[in-house]
């Protein structure tokens, strides 16, 4: 089932269980895809990673308001984006592990064949495009970044070793 289907079958199902945290989660998410419809226009179809992308740019939204509400010391606050935060999660793909992420990570720098942090955007973008929804895009960002100055001082090392 495409999740924009899913996401308005459960919409009928919470209106009928009288559900309102996840009656106005879901409505909050297919306002989230429409929103993004429109911006693409009439003659494109959205593909099943853009709605990902968009629910994704929802969960990360509401982790950012649960750091500000913690801060603020608004448990309130806090307890019901954490609720929703679950609630994003159920409709997004399983978050690759450490491992996984990093082997995505090796591919596409040897695809890119980056060198240096010089191709980081190259590297970030290819990586985000594989990963779409299953990765916070601050790790990946840290791991890219470590990956590269690893081989850019591998690289270094190797230039000074007489020949």
Same mark, same amino acid.
């Given at each position: 089932?495409?999740?924009?289907?899913?996401?308005?079958?459960? $919409?009928?199902?919470?209106?009928?269980?009288?559900?309102?945290?996840?009656?106005?989660?879901?409505?909050?998410?297919?306002?989230?895809?429409?929103?993004?419809?429109?911006?693409?226009?009439?003659?494109?179809?959205?593909?099943?990673?853009?709605? +990902?992308?968009?629910?994704?740019?929802?969960?990360?939204?509401?982790?950012?308001?649960?750091?500000?509400?913690?801060?603020?010391?608004?448990?309130?606050?806090?307890?019901?984006?954490?609720?929703?935060?679950?609630?994003?999660?159920?409709?997004?793909?399983?978050?690759?592990?450490?491992?996984?992420?990093?082997?995505?990570?090796?591919?596409?720098?040897?695809?890119?064949?980056?060198?240096?942090?010089?191709? $980081?955007?190259?590297? $970030?973008?290819?990586? $985000?495009?594989?990963?779409?929804?299953?990765?916070?895009?601050?790790?990946?960002?840290?791991?890219?970044?470590?990956?590269?100055?690893?081989?850019?001082?591998?690289? +270094?090392?190797?230039?000074?070793?007489?020949?």
């Amino acid at each position: 089932m495409k999740l924009k289907e899913k996401l308005n079958e459960d $919409m009928r199902k919470a209106l009928r269980e009288k559900d309102t945290l996840r009656l106005s989660t879901i409505r909050l998410l297919l306002a989230a895809i429409k929103n993004l419809e429109i911006a693409k226009g009439k003659d494109k179809e959205l593909k099943e990673s853009d709605l +990902i992308g968009a629910l994704s740019s929802e969960a990360k939204k509401r982790k950012e308001s649960i750091e500000e509400y913690k801060k603020g010391k608004r448990e309130d606050l806090v307890e019901k984006e954490t609720k929703e935060l679950e609630i994003i999660k159920e409709y997004l793909p399983k978050e690759l592990s450490p491992e996984e992420l990093g082997r995505i990570i090796e591919e596409t720098i040897e695809e890119i064949d980056a060198k240096d942090l010089k191709d $980081m955007g190259k590297v $970030m973008g290819a990586v $985000m495009e594989k990963i779409k929804g299953r990765a916070d895009g601050k790790v990946v960002n840290q791991m890219v970044r470590e990956r590269l100055t690893k081989r850019e001082s591998t690289r +270094i090392t190797e230039a000074d070793e007489p020949k």
